[in-house]
């Protein structure tokens, strides 16, 4: 049937161009070639799913990385936290706009509460905490959620080194009392101090519609 289909859509072409036009072999076969369908299993779009999830968040974290550190050379780290307050989630929301996706950092540690995890992601990050309570490596994760039409991907964030601890590791002995400051001051409701390098700091959450996938392969 699929052949059958395919070609009546090719004899279709042709005929548009006329009884007095001739079709060259290079068009017929590129049309030939569009006209192919490709029939493709869940399996590989949740894996293809899973690979795109990866490289995006990959993606979104050297962004912030790249120009945290640039904010902190230029302005100190309670320049570097302002920086974050104002330019963090715009920095994830463009990331997120050029791939057709949702993508955030979610943590019951929060610092923004922005960053506090929905229905969907609140297991997934349950089950990230507990295997580091456990000592359980924790992988990246991918489900389907509204109907199957969006995936999930998700990954853990740990504290890579101490940099990180110059805003969330002790009070006292990490953060010093102007970083202190100002994070009162942007941070009300902060939770994610005392963290100290290889604690889980949160995961990063994508929804990505099935047919933005689709569409990759």
């Given at each position: 049937?699929?052949?059958?289909?395919?070609?009546?859509?090719?004899?279709?072409?042709?005929?548009?161009?006329?009884?007095?036009?001739?079709?060259?072999?290079?068009?017929?076969?590129?049309?030939?070639?569009?006209?192919?369908?490709?029939?493709?299993?869940?399996?590989?779009?949740?894996?293809?799913?899973?690979?795109?999830?990866?490289?995006?968040?990959t993606?979104?974290?050297?962004?912030?990385?790249?120009?945290?550190?640039?904010?902190?050379?230029?302005?100190?780290?309670?320049?570097?936290?302002e920086?974050?307050?104002?330019?963090?989630?715009?920095?994830?929301?463009?990331?997120?706009?050029?791939?057709?996706?949702?993508?955030?950092?979610?943590?019951n540690?929060?610092?923004?509460?922005?960053?506090?995890?929905d229905?969907?992601?609140?297991?997934?990050?349950?089950?990230?905490?507990?295997?580091?309570?456990?000592?359980?490596?924790?992988?990246?994760?991918?489900?389907?959620?509204?109907?199957?039409?969006?995936?999930?991907?998700t990954?853990?964030?740990?504290?890579?080194?101490?940099?990180?601890?110059s805003?969330?590791g002790?009070?006292?002995?990490?953060?010093?009392?102007e970083?202190?400051?100002?994070?009162?001051?942007?941070?009300p409701?902060?939770?994610?101090?005392?963290?100290?390098?290889?604690?889980?700091?949160?995961?990063?959450?994508?929804?990505?519609?099935?047919?933005e996938?689709?569409?990759?392969?």
């Amino acid at each position: 049937m699929r052949k059958i289909i395919k070609y009546s859509v090719v004899l279709m072409f042709i005929s548009s161009c006329g009884g007095g036009e001739r079709v060259s072999k290079e068009v017929f076969e590129e049309v030939n070639k569009n006209m192919e369908v490709k029939r493709l299993s869940e399996a590989e779009i949740l894996e293809e799913a899973m690979i795109w999830g990866d490289s995006i968040s990959t993606e979104a974290q050297m962004q912030l990385i790249s120009q945290l550190q640039n904010a902190i050379s230029e302005k100190g780290v309670p320049g570097a936290i302002e920086f974050c307050n104002i330019n963090a989630l715009p920095i994830l929301t463009e990331v997120g706009k050029v791939h057709g996706v949702s993508i955030k950092r979610a943590s019951n540690r929060y610092r923004n509460p922005a960053d506090q995890p929905d229905a969907q992601e609140a297991p997934i990050l349950d089950a990230y905490e507990y295997n580091a309570e456990n000592g359980i490596k924790s992988e990246p994760n991918i489900q389907k959620i509204d109907g199957g039409e969006v995936f999930l991907y998700t990954k853990p964030i740990v504290i890579p080194g101490g940099l990180c601890l110059s805003c969330h590791g002790d009070p006292g002995k990490d953060i010093n009392a102007e970083t202190l400051s100002k994070l009162a001051e942007l941070y009300p409701e902060d939770q994610a101090k005392g963290h100290k390098v290889g604690d889980l700091r949160g995961m990063w959450s994508l929804k990505i519609p099935k047919k933005e996938v689709v569409k990759r392969m």
